[in-house]
């Protein structure tokens, strides 16, 4: 898989919120404390407290959430910033975008205007499905490099730069902030999706991309709508 060089090192904003993230969970651990300290509570009562039946529900309400507890601790453990990076091609997956939108700093927006394009690839898709992984991952490659170094979205490493992210083969959701007026980004949007469906050379042969968009754009209070809507 060609790896495209949108990993930590040039998603900094990204890894930088899913730290916060959790390093926020962490803080608070006797709130983590809270529902195993009850379940034990609960199978106590029942031990001390007459009649079979009370014995029989408080042990039952007390294993359970016990259990849940000890489940939400294991899965908790193996979360973390690198599981919220596509390892083959080093990009942040659609998973952690309400994440990363959630936290203030990447939220801050000097217009308080964002937009939300959703970029497909039907290629990249169609060429995995077809056996031909080389020529999906070289136009995976292709389309995220030039998502990347675009001119109108800056770099994805600097402030306010674009938020890309890998919703799954072939679909990319980009979040640009501080962005102009709706005609002015529709307008820039079409740019965007000349310059990707540009032919992609591959194997001695020209691939045509056939990229689509959807664009969604909004004040930033409502940014988590508009990815939704894109």
């Known amino acids: 898989m060609y ?3 949108l990993g930590h090192e040039a998603n900094q904003e990204i890894a930088a919120a899913l730290r916060r993230a959790d390093r926020a969970v962490a803080a608070a651990p006797e709130a983590s404390r809270v529902v195993p300290l009850a379940a034990v509570g609960c199978v106590f009562a ?8 009370t014995f029989v529900a408080l042990c039952v309400i007390g294993g359970v959430a016990l ?3 000890i489940g939400r601790d294991d899965t908790d453990g193996e979360r973390g910033p690198d599981s919220v990076f596509d390892r083959a091609t080093g990009l942040p997956l659609f998973d952690g975008i309400e994440t990363v939108l959630g936290d203030d700093l990447v939220a801050t927006s000097v217009s308080g205007r964002f937009a939300v394009v959703s970029l497909g690839v039907p290629e990249i898709a169609a060429r995995a499905a077809a056996g031909d992984r080389g020529a999906a991952d070289a136009l995976t490659a292709a ?5 990347q170094s675009y001119g109108w979205v800056g770099s994805s490493s600097g402030p306010f ?27 820039l949007a079409r740019r965007l999706l000349d310059i990707v469906n540009e032919p992609v050379r591959w194997n001695g042969a020209m691939i045509e991309p056939n990229a689509v968009i959807g664009l969604a754009v909004g004040p ?6 508009l990815v939704r809507s894109a």
């Open 3 to 5: 790896r495209v060089g």
């Open 46 to 53: 029942g031990l001390v407290v007459g009649g079979p039946a």
């Open 67 to 69: 259990s849940v507890a």
């Open 143 to 147: 389309v995220a490099h030039r998502v």
């Open 161 to 187: 730069g674009p938020l890309i992210f890998l919703r799954r083969p072939g679909v990319f959701a980009i979040v640009l902030r501080d962005v102009l007026d709706d005609q002015t980004t529709r307008w």
């Open 220 to 225: 930033a209070k409502q940014r988590l709508d």
